[in-house]
C-alpha cells in the first residue's frame, strides 16, 4: 500500500510544476451561497425508524462499547 | 423482436396502445434479471416490482412512465430494498427512505427491478472493486464493464433493463457506457438532487441516466431535473429537457479536445471517433481544433480533490448507526476493526491519499493548489465555449480492457477516466454516444456542453445517432 500510495503521489506532483499565481481556488462549481430553508418545523425521522438499522440499541440510543 | 428489444420511449408507446401490460414488460425483464448472466445485479425485488406493475395495469390514467421497468445503482438509497455502495461496510443495510431521483421516477410510474453493480463506493473504473463480485461486459465475458456504474452499463447493454440510473463523479457512467456500448449522460452538476445518492466527492458527484438511445436518456432526465429542498445544490432547471428531434448539426461548432485525442489514446479508438466527427461534419456541423491545456492536469487534480472529500464524507461509515460493527472492548478499537476489515483496498487507498492531502503542512500543497487547478480548468472550458457550441472528444481512450488488468496498478486504472474528468472538474454537462467498433468492442464518443445546455447535447447526439445506426445488441445476445 505504501509503494502504491508513493507511486500515485509521484504523479500528483505533476500539479507542484504549475504557475499558478494569483489564480483563486475553486471549491465548488455552482454559484450557491448560504442556502437557508424557512425556519419553520418539520418532522423529523421517526426514532424507531432511525435506530432500525443499528446493530445496538440501548434506551432508545445507538449503543457502543466503552470509551477510554 | 421480444418485449426486452423495445427501446423504454417504445415501451411507454406500447403501454399506450394497450399493446402489452406493465406486468408483463415486468416479468420479460425480471427473467433476464433472475439469470443475471453478467453479474449486473446485486438485489432483485421481484415482488415489489410485480405488485407495483399491478397497481399501475389498475390505474385508470397513466402517469408518463408507467409500468417501464428500471436498473438502480446500488450508490442510490431505495427503502427497504438492500443498498450496500458495492461495499461489505453497508451489507444488509436497508435505507429508511428513497433518494429524490428515483422517487420522481417512481411517481413518474417507472419500475425499480433492483440495484445494479459498482465499484464500491462508487471508487474505480472497471467494477472490480466491488465487494460483490465483477461485473462482465456483455461484448466480451472476459472484459470489464468500466465502472464505476458497470452494473447499470452491463444490465442496459445485456437488456435486462431498457434504462437505468448511474452516478458520475469522475466519469462514472460516461466511461461504463463506452465500454458497454449504450448512451449514458452525466447532466450539469446541480441539475439533479443527490438527496439519497451515498456521498463519494460531494462538490463532483451527479445522478444520471444511462439507455439504449439519445432519447431515452432524456426522456428520463426529463423527470428527474429541478430543485428540492433536501439539497441544497440543487437547482432550480430553466425550462424543459426536451425529447429530441434534431436530424442535423447545420450551425454547429463543434471543438475537439486536442489534448484528449493524442498519447494514450488507442489507434481503434481515435479512427472511430474521427470518423464520427466526419458524420457531424456530413450533417452540417463545423469542426475546429480546441486546446484545454490544463485538461492534462485533470487527473492530477481529481486524485487530490476527490480522496480529499472522500476521506471526510466515509468518516461517518463506523458500523454503529447502521451495518456491522465488529466486536472490540473499547469504542476506537471497534472503530478500527470495522473500518480496517470492511472497507476494500481502493476505498483505504483513497481515504489515505484524501487524509494526507489534508493534512496540516500538505494542504496548501495538495489540496490548495488542486482547486486552483480546478479553476483554470473551469475557465479554460468557458473560454472554448465562447468559440464552440460542443466540445468532442473520446469517452474513454481505450476499448473494454480485460478482466483482472488493470486491478494490480492503481494508477493505469485511473488513467480509464482521462477523458471523462476534467469535465466534472468543471460541472458540466456531457454524454457519451457509442459511435464504432474498435478490434469488435464499442467506443464512446463524449460531448460536452455549457452548463444548463442540455437541450443542444441531447438534440447534436440524437442527430449523429441516427446516421451512426450503432447496433447496441452485443454480439453474443440470444435473440
Known amino acids: ?68 | 423482436m421480444g418485449l426486452r428489444d423495445l427501446t423504454a420511449t417504445e415501451q411507454v408507446a406500447a403501454l399506450a396502445a394497450g399493446e402489452t401490460s406493465s406486468l408483463e414488460l415486468v416479468e420479460a425483464h425480471l427473467s433476464a434479471v433472475e439469470a443475471d448472466d453478467v453479474h449486473a445485479f446485486l438485489a432483485i425485488d421481484a415482488d415489489g416490482a410485480r405488485a407495483r406493475a399491478r397497481a399501475i395495469d389498475a390505474l385508470p390514467e397513466r402517469p408518463p412512465l408507467a409500468g417501464v421497468p428500471i436498473g438502480i445503482k446500488d450508490a442510490l438509497s431505495t427503502r427497504d430494498i438492500v443498498t450496500t455502495s458495492g461495499s461489505r461496510m453497508l451489507e444488509g443495510y436497508r435505507p429508511v427512505y428513497t433518494a429524490t431521483c428515483v422517487q420522481r421516477l417512481e411517481d413518474a410510474g417507472a419500475i425499480v427491478l433492483g440495484k445494479t453493480n459498482m465499484d464500491e463506493f462508487a471508487m474505480g473504473s472497471s467494477t472490480e472493486n466491488s465487494a460483490y463480485g465483477n461485473t462482465l461486459n456483455p461484448w466480451d465475458l472476459d472484459r470489464v464493464p468500466g465502472g464505476s456504474s458497470g452494473g447499470s452499463a452491463a444490465s442496459v447493454a445485456q437488456r435486462q433493463v431498457p434504462w437505468s440510473l448511474g452516478s458520475d463523479t469522475g466519469g462514472s457512467i460516461r466511461q461504463p457506457a463506452a465500454l458497454c456500448g449504450i448512451v449514458g449522460m452525466k447532466p450539469t452538476y446541480g441539475a439533479i438532487s443527490r438527496y439519497g445518492l451515498i456521498a463519494f466527492a460531494s462538490s463532483l458527484d451527479q445522478v444520471g441516466p444511462l439507455a439504449r438511445t439519445v432519447a431515452d436518456a432524456a426522456l428520463l432526465l426529463r423527470h428527474m431535473v429541478g430543485r428540492d429542498p433536501m439539497d441544497s445544490t440543487s437547482l432550480d432547471w430553466p425550462g424543459d429537457i426536451d425529447v429530441p428531434s434534431a436530424t442535423d448539426l447545420q450551425g454547429m461548432r463543434v471543438g475537439v479536445v486536442e489534448e484528449l485525442m493524442g498519447e494514450g489514446v488507442e489507434p481503434g479508438v481515435r479512427l472511430a471517433v474521427e470518423s464520427a466527427l466526419r458524420v457531424a461534419e456530413g450533417l452540417g456541423a463545423t469542426i475546429v481544433p480546441v486546446s484545454l491545456p490544463s485538461t492534462l492536469s485533470g487527473l492530477a487534480t481529481y486524485y487530490v480533490l476527490a480522496p480529499a472529500e472522500c476521506s471526510s464524507n466515509l468518516a461517518r461509515f463506523d458500523g454503529i448507526r447502521y451495518g456491522h460493527p465488529l466486536p472490540a472492548d473499547n469504542l476506537l478499537d471497534q472503530y478500527e476493526v470495522t473500518r480496517g476489515d470492511l472497507f476494500g483496498p481502493e476505498v483505504k487507498r483513497r481515504i489515505m491519499l484524501g487524509t494526507f492531502a489534508l493534512a496540516s503542512g500538505y494542504y496548501d500543497q495538495y489540496y490548495g493548489r488542486a482547486q486552483r487547478v480546478r479553476t483554470l480548468i473551469v475557465r479554460e472550458f468557458a473560454e472554448a465555449f465562447a468559440e464552440v457550441d460542443l466540445l468532442a472528444s473520446p469517452t474513454s481512450p481505450t476499448v473494454a480492457f480485460p478482466l483482472g488488468d488493470r486491478t494490480a496498478d492503481p494508477y493505469a486504472m485511473y488513467l480509464a477516466d482521462v477523458c471523462t474528468i476534467p469535465v466534472s472538474l468543471a460541472g458540466l454537462p456531457a454524454i457519451s454516444i457509442p459511435c464504432g467498433l474498435s478490434d469488435g468492442l464499442p467506443v464512446g464518443l463524449q460531448l460536452a456542453a455549457p452548463a444548463f445546455a442540455e437541450n443542444r447535447l441531447l438534440a447534436a447526439a440524437h442527430a449523429l445517432e441516427g446516421v451512426l445506426e450503432f447496433d447496441t445488441r452485443p454480439p453474443g445476445l440470444a435473440t
Open chain 1, 1 to 68: 500500500m505504501q509503494q502504491e500510495l508513493s507511486g500515485i503521489l509521484g504523479h500528483i506532483d505533476a500539479i507542484l510544476a504549475l504557475d499558478l499565481d494569483g489564480i483563486p481556488p475553486t471549491t465548488h462549481v455552482v454559484d450557491l451561497r448560504n442556502v437557508l430553508r424557512a425556519d419553520v418545523p418539520r418532522q423529523s425521522l421517526p426514532r424507531d425508524e432511525a435506530l432500525r438499522e443499528a446493530a445496538n440499541v440501548v434506551d432508545d440510543c445507538f449503543g457502543v462499547p466503552r470509551m477510554d
